[in-house]
Structure formats: C-alpha cells, structure tokens
C-alpha cells in the first residue's frame, strides 16, 4: 500500500489511449489510401512501423529507461504511420526505414524522448530525406496508369526496373510547372486537365483527404485535438490561395483545390495538431497554425519543393515556445478589464 | 420577492465534472454518533495561532467548557465536547496529512454530558465587535474544510461596503453530502445563522448557492427563507467541481474574479459554509459553542452515512459506525479530490473534517506510472483558475521557482482538476505543493534576512552620524581654542583643518542619510510581496 497523492479520481485518460484514438482516426485515410492509390501503403506502413518500434525499443535501452510503457504508449507508431503517409508509397524500403530511424533516434530520443522534441518527428524525417534523396522523395505513382500491385512492391523492394513507369508529376507539380515554365496558359486549362483535378482537389488524393478530413473531425469530437490548430492553417491555406487566386485567377488554384491536394488535411488534423512540438495555448494554437498555413502555400507554390507542410511545420516548431510566451492567458482574477 | 432562478450566473472557466457518488450517503437522516471513550481535542484547530489550554490535567470537565483560549485576533477557541476529566495534555497524532503530532488535550468522558452554563447571545444588545469576540470564544471556524476563524471574516473592508454575502452550499466534492442532508434538516437553522452574518455586513443582496444535484436541499432551503420571511436568495448553480470552492462559487453567483493578492471584502463580498452558519446560530442561539460537527462517513463500508459527530472523536471509533468492508485499505479525510490519507487513525476528526471514506483500491485504483508531459494542455482547459499547470509543473520538477511565481502558482488552489485529467497520470498536486512549501519557505527567509540586514543598516547609520556629529564638536572646540591663542600662520593651519573635518564629516552624511524613519515600512513591504528578483534555485546549486 504506497502513498498516494490526491485527486484519488481520475478521468482515467491514458497517453497510450489519445495515440491509439489519433492512430484509429488515420484508420479512414489509409483505407481509401490502400483502395484507390495501392495497397503498398499498407506495406510502408508495416516497414515505418517495425523500424520505429526497433528504434524506440534500442533507444530506451540505450537511455536506461522501462521498455514497457514507452514501446507500448504508441506514440512511436503514430510517428510511423505519419512517416508512411507522407513519405511516397512507391518509395524504396529503406528509404522509409531511414525515415523512421532519424524521426525516433534523432528528432525524438536524442532530444530526450516522449514530450520532449521540440520539432515533429514526422517532419524531421521528411525534411531530412527530401533533403538527402530528392529523386526518390519526388517519385509519387501515376494515377492514370494501371499500376499492378507487384509492380508497387518491387519498387518499394528497389529491384524495379522501369521505376519511371509508375511515375507521374504530381498534381501539385504540373501546377508549379505551368506557373514557371509557360507563363502564358491559363491555370484554368491545367487544371482542365482531367488527369489532375479531379472533383474539388488533385485527382484521387482529394478522396484520400476527405478520409483525412472524416477522422480528424472525430478527433475534434473526441476531444483529443482542439479547433484551433487545425482552423488555423486550413484559414492559412485558404487566405493566401484566395488572395492569390483573387489576383490572379488565370495563374492560380482556387482555395478549395490547394486544400485538396497534397498534405493539407493531414497536415491539418494529424500534424499541427501535435501537442509536443505545438502551442499550448488556444491563442497561441490559432497562430501556430494561420502561420503554417500561410508558409505551407507559399512553399508549395513559390519554393522548390513538392509540398510546404513539412518545412511549414518545422519553421513554427521553432517559433512555438515563443508564440507561447507571447499568448500566454491571464490568470483567473488578474484580467484587465 | 426575487426568484433565484432568474439569477443571471456566472461561468467560471476550467472544472471537471467527476461521478458525484453522492446518493450513497444522502440516503439516511443525519445520526448521532455515540459518546466515545476518549475525546482528543488538538488545540490548533483553524487558521492562525494556536489557541492556549486553559485547563489543567486532571481537571474535571463541563459540556462545552472552553479549554483552550485563542490567542490573538486570527485564532478561535477549543471547547470540550462532552462532561468529563482531563487526563492529558500532550502531543497526539493530528489530523493531518503529515500526521505529525500537535498539542491536545485528551478528555476521559463521565457519560453524564452535564453542560456549562448556556445563554443564547443577543445580538441586539450588543456592538458588532462583542458579537464578533463572542464567535471567536465560542470555537466558531469555517466548516467546509478550511477552518478560517469566522469572526475575523465578519468585518466589512474600509473602503468598500459589503454587496453579496455568499452562502456556500454547494458542496461539490464528490462522496460528501453533510452539507446537503444539513440544509435538508436543519435549513431553518441555517437560513437563521446566515442572518447574523448578514446584520454582521450588511450587505445588498444574501445569495445562497446549492448545485443543482441537491434539489431537496434548495427546496428546504427556500422554504426556510420563505417562512423566516428573509429576502435570501437561494440560486441553483450547475454541478461542476470545483464550483463550491470559494472563489468559484463566488464567481458564478456574482461574476467577480477575486485574486490571491486581494481580501474578498475588498472586493464587496464574503463567503461563508452553511455549516459555519449552522454552527454560528447554535450559539447565538442556545449558547452552544463549536463542539460537534456533522461529518460524512461513506466509500467501501457497508453503512454509509452522515453523522453528527463530537469535535475529538477518535477516526478508528468514528469509522467503525460505517461498518468499513474488509478490502479497506485506508481511509480519506476529505473528498476524493482534496482529501488526504488519514496517517494515524488514532488521530482525531476535528472542525476542519467534513467527510471520512473506506477507500479500497477497487473504489479509487491506484494510479499507473507518471509518464512524461506531452503538453497536451487538458490542464490547462481544466484549471478553474486560468493557470497553465504543464508549465509550473516543468518549473516545479526543474525547481525554478522563481519562474512558477511569475506563472502565478500562487493562485493555485490545488482543486486537482489538473491531475484528474492528465492523460500521463502526473501527480501535478504534489509537484506543486511542493513548490509552494518551497517558496514559502524562501520567502520567509528572504523577510528574515531583510528585517537583519535592515536593523544592521540602521545601526551602521546611527554610527556614522555620530561620529560625524562628535568630528563637528570637535572642530568647533578646536576653532574656538584657536581664536583664543592667536599667531597667524598656525591659525590658518587649524582653520584649513577644520574645514577639512567638517567637509568629510558633510560627504559622510550625505553618503549615508538615516535609514530609521523609512525600515519599518520597508521591512513590512518585504514580509508582504513576493521579490520576483529571488532567485531560490541559487540556495541549492
């Protein structure tokens, strides 16, 4: 009979129980995932999965700390699962495994573990890889070609001959193209272009992010994520591609279609959201995310990369403690009237 | 006359909303817990000083006979609860979570319960300050747990009147109803104490809080005021915790924020248990002092219920009315969100024990292993007072105190609400307790050091002054002495000299001017705010 210290209730909330309902909520997404883009997903997912795991249980070992609640808290595997979903599906295995590596050893455990990163792991292992392999990072399948299933796990096994095959520019892609290279075409006839736009967003990937959308609202309901992060950078998204798209429609996405394409809606509910390496407060949640928003369009847009999630991200993981501070909320009986 | 119900309330932020657990021990009337074979009554029983015995070992004993004295303004009395004889006075276990032992005086009693004189107190006859000496005498503390001497909360602040008496019948912690079947039973009683407060302050409006899972208490209670013809107002405010904590209730019936910084009545308003009025009234009344209590006996027993109790009962005799089921595996004193683990129960139930529960580890499972913060901010959602608990808890453990201070730890009532909703099980409670016996601690030392430092300086002044006042003597003996000799040279010589002496003796004074006028006040502001520029953390490296 130890000391117990008060309250003797508790909502008997659990850490392992707000990752189990995160994973559970990105469950939607991976099956549309799995159904319209290729079953290999749930293969990266297996390869993020395993390596993190290893990671985790490697590093806690290292660390001198309880295997146990940590390797079964599931906050590796969420940080998997991420991993997998933004990673290409066509990606080579061990690309994905290096992934998994720098997200747990490097962005999680050397930073101190669970709770104590400062950047989303997730992010730091993309960033890292579309860094060190940008080829690799920017092979995304072609959704007009009949791919076969096999030919998706040789790719990922890397003994794929004609990886080139697969391949297609993103829809994301062919909009940076026709905005740099022929100045000229309206966007109106890219986006024309059935094998990009499909009904509101990028073709196909619109249906994977309206899962997205589906289990991120769950969340909201279950009250494992607040409004305020993933309003925030949906209204980033939304206000920059509107102000843009005001300006000049024939040279840019409508709102609608820049929120249904890429990593936007994932990025929304399943990654800003991420309490560790967010803000605290609600004010300071709304900004984090407006913010993102705001850098993850004009990345995806002006800069050179694919999608501007990832770095977005990362750039406000670092201006999170001080939005924090800046936003603090007055205390009970000390607010100005 | 005004309805409660069109009472516009206020929301407090933050609170949880645990299962109330209430109906177990409501269900029966209050019973009379029987005379026990040996009474302890600790003699620091409310905030302040602890009072002094005023009876010796081996005394014999009436019913309500003081024995122990308050000792300044900030203090109450101790009454014996029952006829007997005084067969110790001497350090006993205490009521407490620390358990440590405090001064008692332990009463043998006679069975015959022979009362000390009574006399109902009119209240009308006398001035405000005899009533309020009256109260202190009679043991009269605040009986929702806190046990803050009534009488000292019965003056109005200088400078503003009192609007809002507050009456407290909320009783939010859950498993406890003594409130409740009080103000079933005895609303009139109570209603009626409620009115010596009221004549005490003054103040526009009575507000009477009760959460809206006892509506047989507000029912009772209206009717009380109804038939008593007051103009008390009983307003049911929603069931949330920690909304009968002061502060909390008096938000949601008036909307005013009241910080640690501030007194209530400063603000226009004060808050009293219905208990304490219950209690107040007994000795206007009849003449009674604080000697019994009614104190909720529930959890894993197999009889639970409320008790009118004997202030000194020993918990073994207390809980053994409640029948405690075998899988007892300690008890609580308090509710299940504040209360604590009674350390010795030879200990005694005292003013400030409202509730008693059996816990087994099937009623209240003992907690998983703390895992790391993951800043998820549900503590921050639930803080009834707006503070960021994740945040003092990473300055708490890294024992940045100073940096908790500026994140108004002070203002931290330790309701639990964070610890309650922490998905990492984080014994939040204990890290800030901590830190706050830390600062405290700090402080203290810190005001003692200034008031040292302060009468050095002083002395140091006093010194110098003097000496500067006997150089002037001197000079001026000197220059006279001179004027009598005569001799040109050597009397500019002396005259250069004294005027050297009385420039240093003016660079002296005004490199030091006396400090006595302006310590006092200094010392006193000390003792009273907080420095934020302390920084404890340097005491330990």
Avoid at chain 1, 12 to 19: E, L, Q
Avoid at chain 1, 271 to 292: E, N, Q, Y
Avoid at chain 2, 82 to 102: C, F, N, Q, Y
């Amino acid at each position: 009979m130890d000391f117990i210290s008060p309250p003797y209730l508790s909502r008997n909330a659990s850490v392992r129980s707000v990752m189990a309902r995160v994973l559970f909520a990105l469950l939607p997404g991976v099956a549309v995932y799995a159904c319209l883009i290729g079953p290999v997903i749930l293969l990266q997912i297996a390869i993020a999965s395993a390596t993190a795991l290893a990671a985790e249980a490697a590093m806690l070992k290292l660390r001198g700390k309880p295997l146990r609640p940590f390797v079964t808290d599931g906050s590796a595997l969420v940080t998997a699962w991420l991993i997998a979903l933004t990673f290409p599906p066509i990606a080579p295995w061990w690309l994905t495994a290096f992934g998994a590596l720098v997200a747990i050893v490097i962005a999680k455990h050397l930073y101190g573990g669970l709770g104590q990163n400062p950047f989303n792991p997730a992010m730091v292992a993309f960033a890292a890889c579309i860094v060190s392999f940008p080829a690799l990072m920017s092979q995304w399948p072609s959704l007009t070609l009949e791919t076969r299933f096999i030919d998706q796990i040789l790719a990922v096994l890397g003994v794929s001959k004609e990886l080139d095959a697969l391949t297609s520019a993103t829809p994301l892609d062919v909009l940076k193209t026709a905005l740099r290279l022929a100045p000229g075409t309206p966007i109106a006839e890219t986006l024309s272009d059935t094998k990009i736009h499909g009904f509101i967003g990028s073709r196909t990937w619109e249906c994977v992010a309206a899962a997205y959308l589906l289990g991120g609202l769950w969340l909201l309901r279950c009250k494992v994520i607040r409004w305020h992060a993933p309003t925030g950078f949906l209204a980033g998204v939304v206000a920059l591609s509107a102000v843009c798209w005001l300006f000049d429609p024939g040279r840019f996405a409508p709102p609608l279609f820049h929120v249904f394409s890429g990593g936007v809606v994932l990025g929304a509910f399943f990654i800003v959201t991420d309490p560790v390496s967010g803000c605290a407060s609600a004010k300071g949640r709304l900004i984090f995310g407006f913010a993102a928003g705001i850098l993850a369009y004009t990345i995806r847009v002006f800069g050179g990369y694919p999608d501007g999630v990832a770095f977005s991200v990362l750039i406000l993981n670092l201006c999170a403690p001080l939005v924090d501070l800046m936003t603090r909320p007055p205390v009970f009986g000390m607010k100005k009237k | 006359m005004p309805s409660g119900l069109s009472r516009r309330l206020f929301r407090f932020k933050g609170g949880v909303e645990p299962d109330t657990h209430k109906a177990e021990s409501s269900l029966t009337p209050i019973g009379k817990a029987p005379l026990p074979s040996r009474l302890i009554l600790p003699l620091h029983q409310s905030v302040g000083a602890c009072a002094t015995p005023c009876v010796r070992v081996g005394e014999t004993l009436l019913k309500g006979q003081r024995i122990g004295n308050a000792d300044g303004w900030i203090s109450a009395a101790v009454h014996a609860p029952t006829s007997g004889k005084v067969v110790a006075i001497e350090d006993r276990p205490s009521a407490h979570a620390s358990g440590l032992p405090t001064l008692s005086v332990v009463i043998e009693p006679d069975g015959l319960e022979t009362w000390v004189e009574r006399a109902p107190l009119d209240v009308t006859a006398r001035s405000p300050d005899e009533v309020r000496k009256a109260l202190r005498d009679a043991g009269i503390v605040g009986l929702g747990g806190a046990v803050f001497p009534t009488h000292a909360k019965l003056t109005a602040a200088k400078s503003t009147a009192i609007d809002e008496v507050v009456i407290n019948g909320a009783e939010c912690e859950p498993f406890m109803s003594c409130d409740d079947l009080l103000m079933r039973e005895r609303a009139e009683d109570v209603v009626r104490g409620a009115s010596i407060f009221r004549d005490l302050l003054e103040p526009k409006r009575v507000l009477i809080g009760i959460e809206d899972n006892k509506p047989e208490a507000a029912r009772a209670m209206r009717r009380a005021v109804e038939a008593l013809g007051f103009d008390f107002e009983v307003v049911v405010v929603p069931t949330r915790y920690p909304t009968g904590a002061a502060k909390q209730l008096i938000r949601v019936l008036t909307g005013k924020e009241i910080p640690s910084t501030r007194r209530s009545p400063e603000m226009g308003v004060q808050c009293f248990n219905v208990g304490t009025a219950y209690s107040a009234w007994r000795f206007v009344a009849l003449g009674e002092p604080l000697i019994s209590r009614v104190v909720t006996l529930t959890g894993n027993v197999e009889s639970a219920g409320n008790w009118e109790t004997l202030i000194g009962t020993p918990f073994e005799e207390f809980v053994a009315l409640g029948r405690p089921k075998p899988d007892t595996e300690r008890f609580l004193m308090g509710g299940p969100m504040m209360g604590f683990e009674i350390p010795d129960l030879s200990a005694p139930v005292v003013k400030a024990c409202n509730c008693v529960i059996a816990a087994s580890s099937s009623l209240f499972p003992p907690p998983p292993p703390e895992m790391p913060c993951i800043r998820c901010g549900a503590c921050a959602e639930a803080c009834p007072h707006e503070l960021l608990p994740f945040e003092l808890y990473r300055f708490s453990r890294a024992q940045k105190f100073d940096k908790a201070v500026e994140l108004s730890i002070d203002e931290c009532i330790e309701c639990g609400c964070c610890a309650y909703v922490c998905p990492s099980r984080i014994p939040l409670v204990q890290y800030f307790r901590f830190a706050k016996s830390e600062i405290d601690a700090r402080r203290k030392e810190k005001a003692k050091a200034d008031a040292t430092r302060a009468r050095i300086e002083q002395r140091k002044a006093r010194e110098e002054r003097l000496k500067a006042e006997k150089a002037e003597r001197l000079a001026a003996a000197a220059v006279k002495t001179s004027g009598a000799g005569g001799g040109d040279g050597a009397d500019a010589a002396k005259k250069a000299l004294i005027e050297a002496a009385v420039e240093r003796a003016r660079l002296q004074r005004e490199a030091h001017p006396p400090k006595n006028p302006e310590t006092p006040a200094s010392v006193e502001a000390a003792e009273k705010t907080p420095d934020p520029a302390v920084n404890p953390g340097d005491a330990t490296r």
